[in-house]
T-cell receptor, first 113, second 114 residues
């Protein structure tokens, strides 16, 4: 079945460091891919999405490119801030799962000043 | 534009009791999904309603049920509560089924079963 695998956390970085959070997926066909973020004590927020191969989603300085050949959707940011500390979830939506979101386990990001 | 509103924010119940959680989606959104979030299991899908019909259901026992009203507001009910039901329950709404364009989540209801 469809699945999403994220790198385990926590990921700890210093402020202004470069961020990569890896996400790979397994799905038939062409799923849509999403990154959601959950700040402490809150619900999830859609960060960015991509619906077809080679699409790049971007928002708030974060980017992710839909790579069909490597079945990946890695999240990147050039210079992280303390306020980026949160849990990041990768997810996919595909026909085989009736378009219901399949979630990764989440990656906790800690940014130190 | 108001976001997704979940009530109550916090709830403490005793084993064996039942509980009802409420979710008001963003105006115009007809899809409402419910998730259970725990440290051990992560995000687990409960069910989705679209235009008052249950469109999809996760692998939870029959003690978990839900419904959606004509104004798209949704309720989730858990009967005969167990300690393992302690979790953050998240509601998410979208204009299209299954959040294909992305969900908007509420802040959740933190349920503690003692």
């Amino acid at each position: 079945g469809d699945s999403v695998t994220q790198m385990e956390g926590p990921v700890t970085l210093s402020e202004e460091a470069f961020l990569t959070i890896n996400c790979t997926y397994t799905a038939t066909g062409y799923p849509s891919l999403f990154w959601y973020v959950q700040y402490p004590g809150e619900g999830l927020q859609l960060l960015l999405k991509a619906t077809k191969a080679d699409d790049k989603g971007s928002n708030k300085g974060f980017e992710a490119t839909y790579r069909k050949e490597t079945t990946s959707f890695h999240l990147e940011k050039g210079s992280v801030q303390v306020s980026d500390s949160a849990v990041y979830f990768c997810a996919l939506s595909a026909p085989d799962s009736n378009y219901q979101l399949i979630w990764g386990a989440g990656t906790k990001l800690i940014i130190k000043p | 534009k108001a976001g997704v509103t979940q009530t109550p924010r916090y709830l403490i119940k005793t084993r064996g009791q039942q509980v009802t959680l409420s979710c008001s989606p963003i105006s115009g959104h007809r899809s409402v999904s419910w998730y259970q979030q725990t440290p051990g299991q992560g995000l687990q899908f409960l069910f989705e309603y679209f235009s008052e019909t249950q469109r999809n259901k996760g692998n939870f026992p029959g003690r978990f049920s839900g419904r959606q009203f004509s104004n798209s507001r949704s309720e989730m009910n858990v009967s005969t509560l167990e300690l393992g039901d302690s979790a953050l329950y998240l509601c998410a709404s979208s204009s299209k089924p299954a959040g294909v364009d992305g969900y908007t989540f509420g802040s959740g209801t933190r349920l503690t079963v003692v």
